[in-house]
């Protein structure tokens, strides 16, 4: 028996918080019932409708893009923009992506159709750390790094803390490039914290995503996850460490 938001999300439907808010609204019938109890749990043999349509369990997939710069990442775009599911054309799943990227970042993406997965590695309690190389306009002084790792404040609150390294600085184009790993996934939050130290980003590359990376991959090219790829990455969100 599975709790019923936890069935919804896998079976590509919504989060899990999205298919707790159609449970509480009324949206979901089991056994042609309507069920507004969030600790509701069905089994594989019950009949879940949602807005009358019942759903099908697919199979989970699992992908990794290495998601080019000028994409962007959500399932459609209303301005008819390339998005990270065009690179898909031969899969059958409704996949959709792990959190976002700028269209402007390049790097790291999961694409799925299980949305409890997805819940475990977007949000934030179960820090997922995400590591970023930014090429940065100015030569940031320690100090300044030094903020960005303990924590900046940021218009919509302090940032937690994250690891910040110079990786190279070129002091006749006054640029530098800085690696920071950070859990957190506020919008354009890697951006908005080298904003905040005055040495704006030129480009941003996700290049670790928890235990996965672009190695091996060109830009515009995925993978499968593999078995073992997947339950790490669970094992991780749910104990904060590698299985
Ligand atoms: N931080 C950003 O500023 N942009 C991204 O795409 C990801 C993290």
């Known amino acids: 028996m599975e709790r019923l938001q936890k069935v919804m999300a896998q079976a590509g439907i919504a989060s899990r918080r999205k298919s707790e808010e159609l449970i509480v609204s009324g949206k979901v019938k089991v056994n042609g019932v309507v069920v507004t109890e969030l600790g509701t749990r069905v089994s594989s043999t019950d009949q879940v409708e949602v807005e009358g349509i019942p759903i099908v369990k697919e199979d989970n997939v699992y992908y990794l893009l290495y998601k080019p710069r000028g994409v962007i990442s959500t399932a459609n775009d209303e301005k008819g923009r390339k998005t990270v599911v065009d690179f898909f054309p031969h899969i059958e799943e409704r996949i959709y992506?792990?959190?976002?990227?700028?269209?402007?970042?390049?790097?790291?993406?999961?694409?799925?159709?299980?949305?409890?997965?997805?819940?475990?590695?977007?949000?934030?309690?179960?820090?997922?750390?995400?590591?970023?190389?930014?090429?940065?306009?100015?030569?940031?002084?320690?100090?300044?790094?030094?903020?960005?790792?303990?924590?900046?404040?940021?218009?919509d609150g302090m940032t937690a803390p994250a690891t910040v390294k110079m990786q190279s600085m070129d002091k006749k184009t006054q640029t530098a490039i800085v690696e920071i790993t950070i859990h957190e996934g506020r919008n354009r939050q890697v951006r908005r914290m080298f904003d905040a130290i005055g040495c704006p980003v030129d480009s941003l590359k996700r290049e670790e995503f928890a235990i996965l990376s672009t190695r091996g991959l060109n830009a515009g090219e995925a993978r499968e996850l593999t078995v073992h790829e997947v339950k790490q990455l669970r094992v991780l969100a749910e104990t904060g460490k590698i299985g």
């Open 97 to 155: 992506p792990v959190g976002r990227l700028d269209y402007d970042t390049s790097g790291v993406i999961i694409l799925t159709n299980d949305g409890d997965f997805s819940y475990l590695m977007t949000h934030p309690k179960f820090e997922i750390k995400k590591k970023y190389i930014a090429k940065v306009k100015g030569i940031p002084s320690r100090e300044n790094l030094r903020k960005l790792e303990r924590g900046i404040e940021l218009e």
